[in-house]
């Protein structure tokens, strides 16, 4: 019998994507009296004169800055707490709710709303958006004998993210389980056609393309704040004849702006083809009835 996939998926990247700036310029970085300039700089020769992966560079020079007053992950989560986001964050997760009709609710859809992101997991565990996310996949160190901070133990490049996009398709969060088992499309929980992705740039085209592949979303955002216009052409080269995306908005989250308005009509869109999907399969006897 086939699951019910009544679960629309919002997926998200982070820095730049719900937060204005890096989440290591916001709160790692000041903590530390670290230079952003000059560690950026470190990252990218890293990158261009040693060929390292980007995420990669950052975390090693992150670490090398970091040296002997390295955090525990405790102490990351605790600087989460300062996290700072686009306008109408965290309250749009709630918000969102309110567009699913009666008739939604009666068939049991619901939202869920997860991270895909190359940031640092614990910063984003601690941060007030945490409470409104069924999960966070994010990069992640493993602690020494001291509980402090040491190698990189999940390291999430902007390539590996369409490995989290299959998890949340199937349902396999716990890390433990190999994403790559079989698992026939009317048992996913959260199909590709019950998800949006929204990103801000290049780094997400592998997530964008696998949604628009499969009659997913995708949106890119910008931040419409950023008088040099950078974030806004790094969102527009992927729209037009590129074809990256369906849908290009500011990064204003709150009721009323161009974005929630988006938003709020694919959660509409998707929530009323899982009602006419679920009634078909309800009539055919091919799925279980709602539980109330």
């Given at each position: 019998?086939?699951?019910p996939?009544?679960?629309?998926g919002?997926?998200?990247d982070?820095?730049?994507?719900?937060?204005p700036?890096?989440m290591?310029?916001?709160?790692l970085?000041?903590?530390?009296?670290i230079?952003?300039?000059?560690f950026w700089?470190k990252?990218?020769?890293?990158?261009?004169e040693q060929?390292?992966?980007?995420?990669?560079a950052?975390?090693?020079?992150?670490?090398?800055?970091?040296d002997?007053d390295?955090?525990?992950?405790a102490d990351l989560?605790?600087?989460g707490?300062?996290?700072?986001?686009?306008p109408g964050?965290?309250d749009?997760f709630?918000?969102?709710?309110?567009v699913?009709?009666?008739?939604?609710?009666?068939?049991e859809?619901?939202?869920?709303h997860y991270?895909?992101?190359?940031g640092?997991?614990?910063?984003?565990?601690?941060?007030?958006?945490?409470p409104?996310?069924k999960?966070?996949?994010?990069?992640?160190?493993a602690?020494?004998e001291?509980?402090?901070?040491s190698f990189?133990?999940?390291?999430?490049?902007?390539?590996?993210k369409t490995?989290?996009?299959?998890?949340?398709?199937?349902?396999?969060?716990d890390?433990s389980?190999?994403?790559?088992?079989?698992?026939?499309?009317?048992?996913r929980?959260?199909?590709?056609?019950n998800?949006v992705?929204?990103?801000d740039?290049?780094?997400?085209?592998?997530?964008?393309?696998?949604?628009r592949?499969?009659?997913g979303y995708a949106?890119a955002v910008?931040n419409?704040?950023?008088?040099?216009?950078?974030s806004?052409?790094?969102a527009?080269?992927?729209s037009?004849?590129?074809?990256?995306?369906?849908?290009?908005?500011?990064?204003?989250y709150?009721?009323?702006s161009?974005l929630?308005?988006?938003?709020?009509?694919?959660?509409?869109d998707i929530a009323?083809?899982i009602?006419?999907?679920?009634?078909?399969?309800?009539s055919?006897g091919?799925v279980?009835a709602?539980?109330?």
């Open positions: 019998m086939a699951a996939q009544n679960i629309i919002l997926v998200y982070y820095d730049q994507t719900l937060s700036t890096y290591q310029d916001g709160v970085f000041p903590k530390f009296g230079n952003p300039e000059e700089k990252c990218n020769r890293l990158v261009k060929e390292y992966e980007s995420e990669l950052y975390l090693k020079v992150m670490l090398d800055y970091l002997f390295r955090p525990t992950n989560r605790e600087l707490k300062d996290l700072k986001f686009f964050l965290p749009m709630e918000e969102l709710e309110e699913l009709t009666p008739e939604h609710r009666a068939m859809v619901r939202i869920e991270i895909i992101s190359s640092i997991k614990p910063l984003i565990e601690g941060s007030t958006l945490s409104y996310l999960e966070i996949f994010g990069c992640e160190f602690e020494d001291s509980g402090a901070i990189p133990k999940r390291v999430i490049s902007h390539t590996s490995q989290y996009l299959f998890r949340i398709n199937k349902g396999m969060l890390m389980k190999d994403v790559n088992d079989h698992m026939p499309e009317d048992l929980p959260i199909p590709f056609h998800m992705y929204i990103g740039g290049p780094t997400d085209v592998p997530c964008f393309t696998v949604l592949r499969n009659k949106m910008y419409p704040k950023d008088e040099s216009r950078t806004f052409r790094k527009f080269q992927l037009g004849s590129a074809a990256r995306i369906d849908y290009l908005a500011p990064a204003d709150r009721a009323g161009h929630r308005l988006l938003l709020e009509e694919m959660v509409l009323d083809s009602v006419e999907r679920r009634r078909k399969e309800l055919e091919t279980a709602p539980t109330h």
